[in-house]
């Protein structure tokens, strides 16, 4: 006997979505058939970040075709008859989304860190002073012994039991 949470295998669907704004958004996500097509948009905006209120969305096979604007909110995504591997598309209506320009994809428009050399020289425990170390293993060694030597484990871990 199946448990109340789990779907029947006929009764779902995994169908590809897209987003207007977001090029390199696509995510494969199981629906029920028996869901309406705004509980569809109350699950696809936790995943694109548009709201319920400002997206429209339009159903297409898997030959590219757009089928269906899926506009009453009432219906159930059964009554369009969509198959495993259709694509539901956002289109985002909101003409101020966080969405457009390319801030949520294009990582160029991030102001990117950045840190003097005189201030990253003057800190420690940089892979630059690892490096250092590891073209003088002489030193490394030495720190290695004393720490044998004053029965220290050499892994904070270490010692342990």
């Given at each position: 006997?199946?448990?109340?949470?789990q779907i029947e295998s006929h009764a779902s669907l995994l169908l590809r979505v897209t987003h207007s704004n977001l090029k390199s958004f696509a995510a494969d996500i199981r629906f029920s058939l028996q869901?309406?097509?705004e509980a569809v948009k109350d699950k696809v905006w936790k995943k694109c970040g548009t709201s319920v209120n400002s997206m429209r969305l339009e159903l297409y096979d898997d030959c590219?075709?757009?089928l269906f604007d899926l506009s009453?909110?009432?219906?159930?995504?059964g009554f369009y008859s969509p198959l495993d591997g259709f694509r539901i598309h956002i289109i985002d209506l909101d003409p101020s989304p966080v969405t457009?320009?390319?801030w949520l994809e294009d990582t160029s428009l991030v102001e990117k860190y950045s840190i003097s050399e005189?201030?990253?020289n003057k800190r420690?425990?940089?892979?630059?002073?690892?490096k250092e170390q590891m073209a003088n293993p002489s030193a490394f060694r030495n720190k290695i012994n004393v720490r044998l030597l004053h029965g220290r484990p050499l892994h904070k871990y270490q010692g342990r039991r």
């Open positions: 006997m199946a448990s109340w949470l869901m309406s097509v590219k075709n757009k009453d909110e009432s219906r159930p995504l457009s320009g390319g005189d201030e990253y420690s425990g940089t892979f630059r002073k690892f």
